[in-house]
């Protein structure tokens, strides 16, 4: 594996101090247009337009590069007012409908819509081939959408990528949009991460060329979302903000990386900046999707307070959604997921199980998304002494899986059976089947283990292996919940339960040494928590004594 595979992130570290340097080389900073005149980073995308769009065309393209599709979309508009002869304009709007490449979701209109402006620039006519190369490859996006299922559009995208790339060597964006494509097409599944790990190191090699440009702090940290890679990622977060201050998506989008490495203040500072950008363009999935990340964090560190204000927000903000809209990064199911997630973790972060049995379920145009909060209720009623009252919420879980794999979602309903078999799990326990409840538990983590997490949230609602520490140590195998435990912070680094449970599971395995750091660690990750606190964090205060 090469270095830049596998370089610490102190390396990363001492080479910025050696490209920043470069950047006085770099084309001139372009302003947003429509919004915060802030900075949004540096692109150059030649084209064979009229030379007086140059700016704006490059401006269009790093509003793109920060998935601010609205933006992207009225500045490529404005290149066309100025040159209607701008076939890559078109190319432009199409790729900002195709949205995040990693929403999933497209509703009709935004696939008419992208079609559109692919049949716009053909009419138009491209000037050169390396311009019908691009416009080529984002056809494969839209044209037979309602014959052709999306993973395959995705898979000739990306081939259309490489054969681009490959031909056009000098051109960086061609390097750079196909490594954003070998993302997108990489499975969950699939935990060799070879399309990661190839997008990732020719995003790092062009980023040493192009310390200032946005796509590729963007894309470096999306390839790198997984538990094993997040830290080869940390210098891209830490420097994508300040790249693109401007973009609401450059201030979320660090988080996935501080998310994955345990960093919880940086990611509240980061989701804090990210929900008041979006706010102010009112991109309500963008700051649903960020309040998820923030809430997660606050949780973590105990500022409970600071959570339920966010719980008691957030139903004016989801009534603010727009299915059809061009809007963030945020696609609409994010909105919806977050409006789910963010009471769930509420309650099930503070094992308030009563609590979690009197959430509200909704109904959505995404079952995934509601499928969180009857997994809630069914934990909760599960674990407050209730198992037969988990029944219903089981049942409508087991719906809405089957509701996915009709819809050939093989992804989503596979995370809804997990939840649906935990829930599962803890009813068996609770009716007194406790050795069948740990083996259903125990093969829901393994399922949960063998994919990684969607980009649309911070982590499982309730991670199941964590879960099942919690039930090993209940049923007084404190020794075996401890190996549980570790498995799961491992993946799922600082976790306030992960931790306790640790703490709580090393006690009682007689390992007082282990059970005092894990004790001191939790008290570490906690320093602005709520006075006096949760118990669990009394509890490690004197402990770690």
Request: with cysteine; aromatic share 8%; net charge neutral.
């Amino acid at each position: 594996m090469s270095m830049l595979k596998t370089r610490p992130a102190v390396l990363a570290i001492l080479l910025l101090a050696v490209v920043q340097g470069a950047s006085a080389q770099a084309p001139q900073q372009h302003d947003t247009h429509g919004a915060d005149p802030g900075r949004i980073g540096t692109v150059h995308f030649a084209t064979s337009c009229r030379p007086a769009v140059a700016p704006k065309f490059d401006r269009g393209v790093a509003l793109l590069h920060s998935f601010w599709f609205s933006a992207a979309i009225q500045t490529f508009n404005d290149v066309l007012a100025d040159d209607p002869g701008c076939a890559m304009a078109h190319w432009g709007i199409a790729m900002s409908w195709w949205g995040n490449p990693f929403g999933g979701f497209r509703s009709p209109q935004a696939l008419a819509d992208g079609l559109s402006a692919v049949e716009k620039a053909k009419a138009i006519g491209p000037k050169t081939e390396r311009e019908r190369g691009y416009i080529a490859a984002v056809a494969t996006l839209f044209v037979s959408a309602g014959s052709v299922d999306q993973r395959t559009r995705i898979l000739a995208y990306l081939k259309a990528m490489e054969q681009l790339a490959a031909t056009f060597g000098d051109d960086p964006e061609a390097r750079i949009f196909y490594a954003l494509a070998l993302d997108q097409a990489a499975l969950p599944s699939d935990k060799t991460y070879a399309n990661q790990l190839k997008a990732g190191e020719m995003l790092e090699a062009e980023f040493l060329r192009q310390p200032e440009h946005p796509g590729l702090a963007h894309y470096i940290i999306h390839s790198y979302d997984v538990p094993s890679l997040a830290p080869q990622a940390l210098d891209a977060a830490r420097r994508y903000s300040k790249i693109a201050p401007a973009a609401p998506h450059a201030l979320h989008m660090p988080s996935h990386t501080f998310t994955r490495v345990g960093a919880w203040q940086d990611s509240i500072e980061s989701n804090l900046a990210s929900a008041t950008a979006a706010r102010k363009e009112n991109a309500a999935a963008e700051e649903l999707h960020a309040l998820d990340y923030q809430v997660y964090a606050y949780l973590q560190t105990v500022q409970d307070a600071a959570a339920k204000k966010v719980v008691d927000e957030i139903p004016a903000i989801g009534a603010r959604i727009q299915l059809n809209a061009a809007g963030n990064a945020a696609p609409p199911p994010a909105g919806y997921y977050a409006l789910a997630a963010i009471p769930a973790r509420y309650a099930l972060e503070r094992a308030a199980w009563a609590e979690a049995t009197r959430l509200q379920p909704r109904e959505t145009p995404f079952p995934w998304a509601d499928a969180v909060t009857h997994f809630a209720r069914a934990l909760g009623a599960a674990r407050s002494g209730n198992p037969e009252a988990a029944a219903k919420d089981v049942d409508k879980l087991a719906a809405l899986a089957d509701a996915l794999r009709k819809a050939n979602d093989a992804y989503w309903s596979e995370q809804v059976d997990i939840q649906r078999r935990v829930a599962v799990a803890w009813i068996s326990y609770a009716q007194g089947r406790r050795d069948e409840g740990i083996a259903m538990l125990r093969d829901a983590a393994d399922r949960e283990d063998a994919t990684e997490k969607s980009a649309v949230t911070p982590g499982p609602i309730k991670p199941a292996r964590e879960l099942l520490g919690e039930m090993l140590l209940d049923a007084g195998r404190p020794a075996e919940a401890l190996q549980e435990f570790e498995k799961s912070t491992a993946k799922e680094p600082n976790r306030f339960r992960g931790v306790y449970g640790s703490a709580r599971a090393a006690a009682g395995a007689g390992d007082s040494g282990k059970a005092r750091i894990y004790f001191a660690r939790l008290v570490e990750i906690s320093p602005k928590a709520d006075s006096p606190g949760r118990p669990e964090l009394q509890e490690a205060r004197k402990a770690a004594r």
